[in-house]
């Protein structure tokens, strides 16, 4: 079975700061890809990133910066310089040998002016 | 790049009445649709994987009876939830992905169900 937990439910910044967005996934499969979602309140989801489990580099696109670590199982999202558009949900999912993705419960980030 | 379109955006229907949402893919073929169903503050729930001209696989828990699936052609699914009632107003997203080799998903744009 697969498990994708992000422990934080909402987080409220202020503008300009950094913050970072946790997932931690649970996966018996040796190849597997993670996702990142961002759905504003408008509801569509808006694809971030894809990485596949062997791909450990970390990725930067513009001030979105992603850790994925094997080892501690987990793949965190960082937005840098944050800004009151960031405000939204986001979803960190996974993708095992089955076809389905498996959602996380999802962060609330709240950017406040 | 790949777009999902999915209608309506919003609908509101008397309670015991069927609605139907549509899911169509407009520049690619998907050989497999996702639909999730996704309550206030809380995540995405599958639902359903369609494959086209076969019928529907479920998840545990969910009626098939209630949520008709239906992916007639590569370019499109739809859902109808029949005899809606108050407890099935929920948001509903698809998913739809290209082939199995490419893990991309596309998702709509959402239904917002009401059933008053």
């Known amino acids: 079975a697969q498990k994708v937990t992000q422990a934080q439910t909402e987080i409220s910044v202020v503008e300009k700061e950094d913050v970072t967005l946790d997932c931690v996934y649970e996966?018996?499969?040796?190849?597997?890809?993670l996702f990142w979602y961002k759905q504003p309140p408008s509801g569509e989801l808006v694809f971030l990133i894809r990485?596949?489990?062997?791909?450990?580099q970390n990725e930067i696109s513009g001030r979105y910066s992603w850790n994925f670590q094997k080892s501690t199982s987990s793949f965190n999202f960082t937005i840098t310089a944050s800004q009151v558009v960031d405000s939204a949900v986001y979803f960190c999912?996974?993708?095992?040998?089955?076809?389905?993705?498996?959602f996380g419960g999802g962060t609330r980030l709240m950017v406040k002016p | 790049g790949a777009v999902v379109s999915q209608h309506p955006s919003r609908v509101i229907c008397k309670s015991g009445t069927s609605v139907k949402i549509e899911c169509r893919s407009l520049?690619?073929?998907?050989?497999?649709m996702f639909w999730y169903r996704q309550f206030p503050k809380q995540s995405l729930m599958l639902m359903a994987t369609?494959?086209?001209?076969?019928?529907?696989?479920?998840e545990q828990g969910v009626e098939k009876d209630k949520f008709l699936i239906n992916h007639a052609s590569l370019t499109l699914s739809t859902l109808t939830v029949t005899s809606a009632h108050p407890e099935d107003s929920s948001f509903y997203i698809c998913?739809?992905?290209?082939?199995?080799?490419?893990?991309?998903?596309?998702f709509g744009s959402g239904t917002r169900l009401t059933v008053v």
């Open positions: 998913s739809a992905q290209r082939d199995a080799s490419n893990y991309g998903y596309t």
């Open positions: 520049d690619f073929q998907a050989t497999t």
């Open positions: 369609s494959n086209e001209g076969s019928k529907a696989t479920y």
């Open positions: 990485r596949n489990s062997f791909d450990e």
């Open positions: 999912a996974l993708k095992g040998a089955g076809n389905m993705l498996t």
């Open positions: 996966t018996r499969d040796t190849t597997y890809y």
